[in-house]
């Protein structure tokens, strides 16, 4: 892997010469420009080829190198697990990997020692893909030990496609905090002219550092163009687009707070958070790895909720149609795993609305089966839910777990919804 430059006919190229993969053209040169993007130039036009650099690949992981700048401004922790926000392009595949370099951070940002003083630790090197429960657990004990040793609040730097999964997560296992948990990532990675990690880490740390909620919060951008950033409360918050900036949509509630980081001013757009408690701090960490989330689908088999409790599951979180509904044929399955001791919940794969199973048949037969309804608890988050609660609870109290609003997943009464385009 090499930076080259090529002779051509009518001109010259430099970039990176890109090593030929199983679909490659023989024919052709791919070469990576110093802009990001790729471009195929046929091997007949190349009159030479002036090796000017070799590259290394990827760096190695360092787990747990951190970095400090202090600014006697108050502390705010960012915590590194991977992801876009801190990957940059592999040009071997011309795909992108996590890095775990610290001091990267102040090159994305440079602006975040203005807004507190940081410290900055590598914990994982992960795509959100990659995450398990026993990640959660990991991440709510080291934010944690962060808000015990004063810090003003913790920011996790994440992939986005499961980011909205783990901000629950630490939403129920962090309780009655000093400061927040903030959640950030980013849509494009950070060596790429349009990136949005830049300002995304820049209104996580002033969430971090200013905001007077202490929650589990995710912060990403407003709208697909730079400005306003927004925090959703981290249980009531979904990713709704692949590419997107203003991917993540507060479903059936508003935001928390918007987020300006050029004035640095947070706003609050709802009074119903849980402030700040300093010199509080509740914590139960555990997440169970035996639950799973089932999303119905017409022809579902019944085998599929016997082969869960065979393969030792305790907890199902159904994602049933409309108001909570599956077909008749999974009915005998479902009583044999309630019977069995596993707990089944329900929930609505409409995203928008609540279950309610009392108004058709089909709705009072699975109440008569010991299904537990969760009102308009979001599929994603009834399952971290349940994991949670079978780690911390005994069996028999995970229902009445799951059926009490803790960090704001259940809401009082549906909000109108917003169904505009993204």
Known sequence: ????????????????????????????????????????????????????????????????????????????????????????????????????????????????????????????????????????????????????????????????????????????????????????????????????????????????AAAPFAESVLVMHKASSDGALYAHRGTRVRKMHTSRRDTFRSIGTSPLAEIDVEKRAVKMLREDYAPRSPGELSVKAAFSDRAALVKFYPGMPPSVISALVDMGVRGIVLEGTGFGHVAEDLLPEIKKAVDAG???????????GRTNLYIYRRGRELLALGVVPLEDMLPETAYVKMSWALANYKREEVPAVLRTPIAGEITPRSEPAEFGEL
């Open 1 to 208: 892997m090499s930076r080259v430059r090529l002779y051509l006919e009518d001109g010259v190229v430099e970039g990176i010469l890109m090593p030929p993969t199983a679909y490659s053209d023989p024919n052709v040169y791919v070469v990576k420009l110093r802009n990001g993007y790729n471009v195929g130039i046929a091997k007949s036009r190349v009159k030479k080829i002036e090796e000017l650099e070799g590259l290394e690949g990827p760096p190695e992981v360092a787990v747990g190198e951190a970095r400090e700048v202090d600014t006697g401004r108050p502390w705010v922790a960012i915590v590194a697990t991977g992801g876009t926000i801190l990957s940059r392009v592999e040009y071997s595949t011309g795909a992108v990997y996590p890095t775990m370099d610290p001091s990267l951070l102040f090159e994305l940002a440079p602006g975040v020692s203005e807004l507190a003083s940081i410290r900055v630790e590598a914990f994982m090197a992960k795509f959100s893909e990659d995450m398990k429960p026993s990640d959660w657990a990991a991440m709510a004990e080291k934010a944690a030990e962060y808000l015990a040793r004063g810090f003003r609040g913790v920011v996790f730097l994440h992939g986005t496609d499961t980011m909205h999964y783990s901000a629950a997560a630490l939403a129920f296992a962090i309780r009655r905090s000093p400061g927040p948990v903030v959640f950030v990532g980013a849509q494009r990675s950070s060596d790429r002219p349009s990136s949005d990690a830049f300002q995304n880490i820049a209104g996580a740390v002033l969430a971090a």
């Open 342 to 352: 596993v707990v089944v919940a329900m929930t609505s794969q409409t995203i928008y």
